[in-house]
Structure formats: C-alpha cells, structure tokens
C-alpha cells in the first residue's frame, strides 16, 4: 500500500487525457480512511450490565460476528442488530430467551432501542431499512413486519402466507420500495413476486414474468458436460458443475444473488435514475417507473433479467455468480463469480469494463460498491479461518488494488461516495479523495489553491511573502477561491475547514475577486454548519458534502424528526429556509406522549385537571405554535386522547380555531353532544350532518330529539336524513315529538308507497301485503282529519280512501289476468293495462275506475286512444271517435291525437280520414308530412296561402323535385 504523508493510500492513476497509458502523465487516484467515531466506554458499559449481558453485546455496541445479522441504512443511517437463528439452529446451539432481540443504534454505537424477536419459533429471512429508514423484516414463512427505527411497530402483513401456501420460498430480498420473492411450487417451477406497499394490511403483489421457458434449456439436463466449463475470458476452471439448474433441490439456504434497478426513481438514495437493463441479444426494454430485477440461479452461467413483462437471459459463460452488487447511478454492475473472479459490466450488458482474478480459494464475505470508483471485497476471520484478522480488498477500474487488514470483523456499508466500515470499537469512513482536497493538499502541488492555502498560513505568521505569492495568482484568484471553499465541504476535520474558509476569505478580498460571488462562501458556512452538528456524536449522521447533495434537505429534515432531534431539525428548516411545520407538529405530539417523571403521582386526570408536567406542556405547546396559525391543534389532540391524556385533549382543543378538525377529534373521543355544538356553531351544515349522523348511532332516541329540536337546521337535516334513507321509525318519532299530527299521516303514506314498490318488483303480492298498506293508510287518514291544532285537512284523507280502493282493484285485476300487471300503478296505468288487455270484464272495471275516481275526460280520451290503437283494435276506436262526435260534438282532445296514434302504428288510411277532421290548417299540414303524403300538404298550404307552412314543408322533404314544387 503506497501512503502519502497525509495517510492517504494510492489505488493506480487517473488519465489527464483520453488515451494517455504513462502513468508520468497521469494523476494519481488517492483513498482516505477517517474514524468518524470510537466507541465511548459507557456505551460498552450499558450493553454489558443488560439483561443478554451472556452475549456478544458485553464488549461491543455492534455484534459483528457470523453469529448475527446486520441491517445498516444508506447515508449514515441507523444500524440494527439482531441473532442469527438459522445458523444456531444449523448448529444445533441453544439459543437463549434473551438472546432473541432485535437492537438499533447509530453511527456513533449509542443504542436508539430494543425488543423482543416478534415471532416466537419464525426465522428472519431477510431484513433490511427502506427509503424512509423504516426497518422491513420479513419470515420465511412471507410474514412482513414494518419498524420504525425505535422499533415501534407500524405494521405486519400476513396476507402473502395465504398466497404462498402451496410454495416453498426460497429467497426475500428487500429493497427500497418494496419486496422480492422467489419461490418454488409443487410443479417444481419458479415464480417471482414484487411486493410493494408494504405500509397497507394489503399491499400491492405483480407477478414477474415466467423464469421457466428461459430456464427450460437449462433444467435437469442429464446429458450436460459442463463439469469443468471453462470461462471465455479467463481460462479459470470451475469446481462445480455450471449449467445444470436443478430446482428439485432448491431451498432458502442457496446463494441467490440479485439486484433491483428502478427506473424513473426520483427519490433520493443511493440508487439515482438507472438505465435501462436490456441485453445484447434481445430486444428487452423497460419502460420508465418499471422494476427490472438481475437475478443469479445456483450452477447458472448467465444472468437473468426480468421484470413484469418478460424474461431474458443474457447469454454470459462467466458464472454460476455469488454476489451482483449494482453501483450508485444504476449504470455498472460488480459480479463475483464462483471462479473467485470480479467482473465489472454495464448494466445493460453491452460493455465490459474490467475483470480481475483474487486468485483466491475462499468467498468473500460481503462484495460491495466503495463510491462510483472501486469496488470492495471483504473477507471476515471466519471466512479466512483466522481468530480475528480480516481482510478488505480495495480494486480499482483499473486492476489496482489495496488490501486493508483489520483486527476483529467488520461490516461494510456502501455510500454514494464511498465504504461506511463499522468495526467492534469504531465507525470508519473509505472514500476517494475528492478533487478539490487533492489540489490543495497533495505533495508539492502546485494548484493555486494549494498556493492560496499556503499563503494564507504564511499571513498569519505575518510573512510578507503571501500578499506577493496572492499577486502573482492574478486572473486565478478566483479560481483559487472557490477550490477552497469546495475542499473545506469535502473536509471532515473541524480545524482544517476553518483554515480553507480563512485562506477563501482572504483571496476573495483582494481586487481580483469583486465580482466574486460571495453567497457561494455563505452557503457553504450553512452547510459545514449543518454537516457538523449532524456528525456529533449524540446525533450520530455522520453525513458527507456529498451525501448531503444526494439527499434531499426535506428528507434530511423528516429523518430528524424521526429521530426525535426537533431542535436540530428546527435549526436546518431555519438555515435551509424551509417549512418547519411538521417539525413542530412532530415536536407537540412527541411533549405530548412524553410519560411524567418516575416518582410523580399527581396525573390530575382522574380528577379533570391536569398535572404540573402536563401544565408546562402545554404552555409550552401554545407558546411555539399558539401564533402560527398553520398546525392544527386538534391533531395534537388526537394524540393526547390516543395516549389517554383527555383532559389535555380538551384543554387543546379550545385552542383550535379550524371547526372542521375541531369537530372530527371531538367525534373520534365520544363527545357527540360538544361536537353538536360546535357544529350548531360554525353553521356548516355539513359537520352538522356528520355530527348527525354519529348521533344516530350512539344516542337513545329521546336525547337526540330533545337535542336535535333545539336547533331548526339540524331538525330539518335529521329529517331529510329519514326521508332519504326511509327511515321511518325515526321521522314518525320526530314528528310526534313536534306534534305535526299531519306530517305524521304523510310518514304512514310513505310506508305504504314503499311496500307499494317493493312489492311491485316481486312475483306476487299476498294479501297479508295488501292488508298491511291498507292499515298504514287508515293510520294516515286517521291523522289527516284533524292535526293538532284542528285544521281538517279533507282532501288528503279522501286520497287515502281512494289508494286503499285503488289497491284492492289492482289486487282483482292482477287475479283475473293472473300476472301482476296492474299492483303499485297509477290510475291511468291500470285504465290503459285494462283497455289494452281488452277482455270485457276487465273493461267493464275500467269504466267503473273511470267513474268511480272521477277520471278527466280528456284524460280517459288520450288513454282510450292510446291503448286501442297499441292493440289495433281500428273499428273500435272509429267507433269511439263517432260516439264522441255523436255526444259532444268533438272529441275532447280532437282528432289530431286520433291521427297521430294511426300513422304511429301504420295505419295510413284512418289517418287521412281523422286528419281531414282536424280544424287547424297548420296541424293537419303537420300530420301530412308525417305520412309523407307532401302532394296534399302543399295544397293545403297553398289553400291556406302560408308562407310559413311551405317552409315548414321545405325543410322536412329531401326530395330535390318536391323541393323545386315547393319552391
């Protein structure tokens, strides 16, 4: 390993220009390992004296041996630890009560919380922390469970053991958005499922394509003669046999490599926009937003590529692979293959950019990214056969390599921009140096911020050399400047920052730079001071210049609060300039669910009055937000009534001014009768309406009448609210308890034409039915002869009297035709069913309907006309228009409607005579054109000499010669 006097190690050279090989005419590419943290002694301390004071836990925050398992998020995120039980169960080892917990710390070791394993008897498949640094852990037998990083937990999903039952699960892999399942069927297939929502009871599951057809070359050839295939690249023989993929023996403890590449991402993470995963030989796209999965199988020589849409195998000779680990920016893939070789390939298959041999016998224990540059291979004592040494090998692009020794384990965990290495007493960061820090503190260099640095030492050593020295930088002052600024972001240490912002701040008063743009070295102020209040170690985010490029400022934000670090995240809104309301709403509810001191017994809450503690609380909470105006305190109500505080609940809600919310947490405590009023009060009638319809539910009708009565809108939303949903029962209660005898008659009219209806929709009516609306009717007629303040109201009570006669004839009719044609119609429907029918018997009872209801003249007229000339019955309806003429004089609704009713059913001939009796000129010109008889409608118009009739007649002819008459 080449050092540099600073402690930097070389990893080969960088080309100046495309194509120079003489390493003369390269720069040398540098590598930094900084401890961002040592293990305070306390730490070690509390782990010893818990209850697993048994485990490995005693001498370390970090449980870094094989006997446990690590999750680690991205950009310095929380850690959990947990037990390996498949490997104590493979080694037949007892494994303690205490044992079987599940910790999380931070960057700097100090634990954050712990429980108890979830599931008694169900082994950790996988586990790993989403985008939001919620922890996912999921069983082998698909039972997911969703951690907040204080392991609350905020959600298990049991739905996919249904959908799994008859298959075995061979691998989990979880991801940012989701789930990977690969698993086997009793048909010896594969099947592969992506799981994604996985903070709903029922989250979304989309089935891959089909692996089988692309395997099928592959499966169970029993005439293969792969047994020392041989690479075409680099001649290494392989152990096992390759090609041979035998599913029948698959189970969860085979190797399957795998990575997941997300198109159209645009959340931040260590995984930005990927290309697309299509392989040399096909023609395989993924569209935008897909998910596109590379996947190794055991003895498999190539890759697979799929996604919901199709399987493509890309064809490669380089495998069976043990690790495929994608690089930041989803363009290059790492493979290690079971030839103990490290590929590195283009993710879309079509450029190699580097092999290399470890010439090793063993596997390495963790293969992983370090930044974009270098690729990390890392073997644990145990792989290594050693007590305590490991290894970490550093390979460059190209072939380069470092090796770094370490005593005891290690867990790597890649960055955007290089290795997070947490050891068993440090938490260590491996990255490349950046640019800007190569050009000022490389050896001899001669950059000008190398020159700017140097002479802003020399002018605190009052040496006149360094004004000279900044006068001969001239136009490259600037330069210089802003290199400067750029290295003390890149710099972790807090003295050498300072020196890069002194030696900015002098070369950018000099006159070189007075166009220099000043808010770069203000804003670069902000973030070092945001950069080293998240590398405290009672912070633990040891985040990097670039780390916090790659991350959002809001997401930085929420992952505080998260944290429950509000101050802090209250200091970046203010620095960021950004919204802080959910900061504090984070904050209110955090004071809120904050449990009183040990030793403190005056709750105050069974006596409606709040304690000392919670009085603080809430002059706290009103002194932050009282004045906002944009946090709504009913939501921190809410949480109060979750924790079981009501009476701070109440004392909060006075505070809110926003009726809406003010109502719904009132609702969700049982306070109806409050939230009644504060719906009365703010006149919005829909709170009054949902207040309502709660009330319904919960109260005893006497109190919500009494209640309701007090107030004329909400009486009339309650009875529109029982009109609508026929409830009649409650609208009969609401108008004997207003005395409105009258409206109450209309609630039994209105059972009645209900039952009228439902009964009309069925095959038969009983009389029992009919018998039943006939008492409801009684009932209204009874109400309708007097109301209570003795008003007769005569003419509802006869139209009682007349439907219960109308449904009795209805039920005799529907007898005599055998059919339910006539129950639940109206007087004019019966009367028209009757004469259409046209049986003597049932004509004789619709004359007696027409007499006896006292049917309109004009009205039985239309309706004799109607349904004489629906049954073609012409002779009758002459005969009827003759005795109408004979009697009257003149049907009462004349002819035209005769005519009409004729040309409707064909029969032109009658039409002609009912319309030569038709008085008005313009109608029977009308009634012409319909029977398309044009020659008689223009010498009618003519005889009437109307302009208007002839128009009328243009308009309607398509003819061009009866056009031309016309015209």
């Not at 030989?281 to 596109?292: E, M, P, R, Y």
């Not at 893939?333 to 079509?350: G, M, P, Q």
């Not at 802080?580 to 955090?590: F, K, N, Y």
């Not at 919500?704 to 609508?724: G, K, M, P, Q, W």
């Amino acid at each position: 390993t080449n050092f540099n006097t600073l402690g930097w190690f070389q990893l080969g050279y960088s080309p100046l220009n495309t194509g120079d090989l003489d390493p003369s005419l390269q720069d040398p590419v540098f590598y930094n390992k900084i401890r961002n943290y040592t293990f305070a002694n306390n730490i070690k301390e509390d782990a010893a004296s818990s209850n697993n004071s048994t485990t490995h836990l005693k001498t370390s925050p970090f449980c870094l041996s094989s006997e446990y398992l690590i999750a680690a998020a991205p950009f310095s995120g929380p850690i959990a630890v947990t037990l390996n039980q498949r490997k104590f169960l493979h080694a037949n080892k007892r494994i303690r009560q205490s044992q079987k917990v599940i910790r999380t710390y931070t960057c700097a070791g100090r634990e954050l919380a712990r429980c108890e394993w979830p599931l008694k008897g169900e082994i950790l498949a996988d586990w790993a922390f989403d985008f939001k640094e919620r922890l996912v852990c999921v069983m082998r037998d698909a039972t997911i469970i969703l951690y907040s990083i204080f392991l609350k937990e905020l959600n298990r999903i049991t739905a996919l053991k249904h959908l799994l039952d008859d298959e075995s699960v061979l691998m989990c892999k979880v991801f940012r958005r989701g789930l990977l399942i690969l698993s086997k069927t009793t048909q010896l297939t594969l099947k592969m499922r992506i799981v994604t929502n996985l903070t709903s009871e029922h989250p979304n599951v989309v089935e891959c394509a089909d692996m089988n057809a692309v395997l099928s070359h592959y499966i169970d050839r029993s005439d293969a003669t792969t047994t020392g295939a041989t690479t075409a690249t680099s001649g290494v023989e392989s152990s096992s046999p390759s090609g041979i993929v035998n599913i029948e023996d698959m189970d969860d403890s085979l190797n399957y490599p795998v990575e997941i590449i997300m198109h159209g991402s645009t959340a931040s993470s260590s995984q930005s926009q990927p290309a697309s995963a299509s392989g040399p030989s096909s023609s395989h796209q993924s569209n935008d937003h897909d998910i596109d999965i590379i996947i190794g199988l055991p003895n498999f020589p190539s890759l697979l590529v799929v996604n919901t849409k199709s399987c493509v195998d890309m064809t490669l000779t380089n495998g069976p692979f043990r690790f495929i680990k994608l690089r930041p920016g989803n363009d290059v893939i790492a493979c290690y293959s079971e030839r103990h070789n490290l590929w590195v390939i283009k993710s879309d298959f079509t450029d190699n950019e580097t092999e290399f041999a470890t010439h090793s016998q063993r596997i390495p224990t963790q293969v992983e990214w370090c930044g974009i540059h270098s690729v990390a291979l890392y073997w644990s004592p145990e792989a290594l056969d050693q007590k305590k040494l490991s290894l970490l090998l550093l390979i460059g692009p190209t072939r380069d390599y470092i090796k770094l020794l370490f005593d005891g384990p290690i867990h790597i965990v890649p960055e955007v921009d290089g290795l997070r290495i947490l050891s068993e007493d440090a938490c260590e960061f491996l990255y490349r140096i950046p640019e800007p820090i190569s050009r000022v503190f490389k050896a001899g260099s001669l950059d000008p911020a190398a020159i700017l640095y140097e002479a802003n030492e020399n002018y605190e050593n009052m040496d006149p050399s360094a004004i000279r020295n900044m006068r001969r930088l001239g136009h490259r002052l600037k330069e210089a400047v802003q290199t400067c600024i750029l290295a003390a972001g890149y710099e972790y240490d807090q003295l050498l920052q300072n020196r890069l912002l002194q030696s900015a701040s002098l070369g950018k008063s000099f006159p070189k730079c007075k166009d220099f743009e000043h808010d770069q070295f203000y804003q670069m102020i902000k973030r070092l001071r945001i950069l080293n209040a998240l590398r405290d170690s009672r912070v633990g985010i040891p985040l990097t210049f670039e780390q916090l490029d790659a991350l959002s400022p809001q997401t930085l934000v929420d992952r505080l609060t998260n944290r429950f670090e509000h101050w802090l995240a209250f200091e970046v809104c203010k620095f960021l300039g950004l919204n802080d309301r959910s900061v504090l709403m984070h904050w209110a509810q955090a004071k809120v669910c904050a449990k009183p001191p040990d030793g403190d017994s005056t709750t105050g809450e069974a006596n409606d009055d709040l304690s000392a503690d919670d009085k603080q609380i809430l002059l706290a909470i009103k002194s932050k937000i009282e004045d906002r105006g944009d946090i709504p305190f009913a939501q921190i109500a809410m949480t109060a009534h979750k924790v079981g505080k009501q009476t701070m609940a109440q004392k909060l809600l006075e505070l809110e001014d926003a009726p809406g919310e003010k109502v719904s947490v009132l609702l969700t405590m049982g306070h109806s009768e409050d939230a009644f009023h504060n719906a009365i009060k703010s006149g919005m009638t829909d709170l009054i309406y949902m207040v309502l319809i709660q009330m319904i539910k919960s109260w005893p009708r006497s109190k919500l009448l009494a209640t309701v009565l007090e107030n004329d809108t909400s009486r009339r939303l309650l009875e529109t609210h029982a009109i609508r949903i026929k409830d009649y029962a409650l609208l009969e209660d609401l108008y004997v308890a207003q005395e409105h005898t009258h409206d109450e008659g209309c609630v039994y009219v209105r059972q009645a034409c209900n039952m009228v209806y439902r009964e009309s929709l069925l095959d038969s009516t009983t009389n029992d039915t009919i018998e039943e609306q006939v008492v409801h009717l009684k009932n209204a007629g009874r109400r309708f002869r007097l109301n209570s303040k003795g008003v007769q109201h005569l003419s509802d009570g006869d139209a009682t009297r007349k439907q219960m006669e109308l449904l009795r004839r209805q039920q005799t009719m529907d007898q005599i035709v055998n059919s339910k044609i006539f129950f639940g119609k109206s007087i004019s429907e019966s009367i028209y069913n009757a004469l259409l029918i046209g049986t003597d018997e049932l004509i004789k009872m619709a004359q007696e309907m027409i007499d006896d209801f006292a049917v309109n003249p004009k009205r039985c007229c239309w309706i004799k006309v109607r349904a004489l000339a629906e049954a073609g019955r012409w002779e009758q309806l002459k005969q009827y228009a003759t005795e109408s003429t004979e009697k009257e004089g003149y049907p009462p609704i004349g002819f035209r409607p005769f005519a009409e009713e004729c040309i409707k059913y064909g029969n032109l001939d009658d039409a002609r005579e009912y319309t030569s009796k038709v008085y008005a000129p313009f109608s029977r010109v009308r009634l012409f054109v319909q029977m398309e008889d044009f020659g008689e409608a223009i010498n009618h118009a003519f005889e009437a000499k109307s302009v208007e009739m002839l128009n009328f007649i243009y308009k309607s002819v398509i003819d061009p010669d009866i056009r031309k008459l016309v015209g």
